[in-house]
């Protein structure tokens, strides 16, 4: 699992306030080039805590279009901020043990399945806090930082990424020889009771939750009833 540079789009709530009006025309051209609902930005606006901070996300992770586009709205609205995305290598072998990243609350990037899940408080870090001195026009004047973002302690699993891979592939093939496409296998160190590999069939690409160009794919893994 890597992180990789991507793209956020973020509007500023309280300039947005400001001309009600005239914005409100400007996110449903918004919401066209992010290929979202108008609905979506609305609920994101209502949902700000200004106290936090004036810019939010309303868009994580975009295109290299979307970007582009969003650049050409308003700065004074609109911001096109570099962030990051989750890239997964080697990916459906370890897309059930590793699982994904998606949005959540907030529109913070949040674990849904898998490792991410189970060790997301742990894995994301401690968000540092900074506090912004308004004038009576909502102009910044001073800052303070708080709190330094402090980096997540490494996690280290007890999987063998070589042989989960192997694994994975041995028990795919031995699936297929039996003209089945779903089961479940392990492997644990007799000696230690440690993990070595795990793996589960039907599996998926877990970059369809990340990458914007796999939207038909992630819409297709969503509805699977399996």
């Known amino acids: 699992v890597k992180n990789t540079t991507a793209s956020s789009v973020f509007i500023n709530v309280a300039e947005a306030l400001k001309v009600s009006e005239e914005f409100s025309k400007g996110i449903a051209q918004l919401a066209g080039v992010l290929e979202t609902g108008p609905e979506t930005i ?17 868009a994580r992770a975009v295109s290299p279009s979307q970007a582009i586009a969003a650049q050409g709205f308003d700065e004074r609205f609109v911001r096109v901020v570099a962030d990051y995305r989750r890239e997964y290598p080697d990916s459906p072998a370890f897309s059930h043990l590793i699982g994904y990243t998606g949005i959540g609350a907030g529109n913070a990037v949040v674990g849904k399945s898998g490792v991410e899940l189970a060790y997301d408080e742990l894995i994301r870090g401690q968000e540092g806090r900074v506090v912004y001195y308004r004038d009576a026009l909502g102009e910044v004047f001073d800052t303070k930082i708080v709190r330094e973002a402090q980096p997540a302690p490494p996690l280290a699993l007890t999987i063998d990424a070589e042989f989960q891979k192997y694994f994975s592939n041995r028990l795919r093939a031995g699936l297929a020889s039996l003209n089945r496409n779903s089961g479940v296998g392990l492997a644990i160190n007799p000696q230690t009771g440690e993990v070595l590999a795990l793996a589960s069939f039907p599996a998926f690409d877990a970059n369809a939750f990340v990458d914007v160009k796999q939207g038909q794919e992630r819409t297709r893994l969503l509805r699977d009833p399996g």
């Open 42 to 58: 609305e609920q994101a606006i209502r949902d700000a805590n200004l106290e936090h901070d004036v810019w939010i996300p309303v």
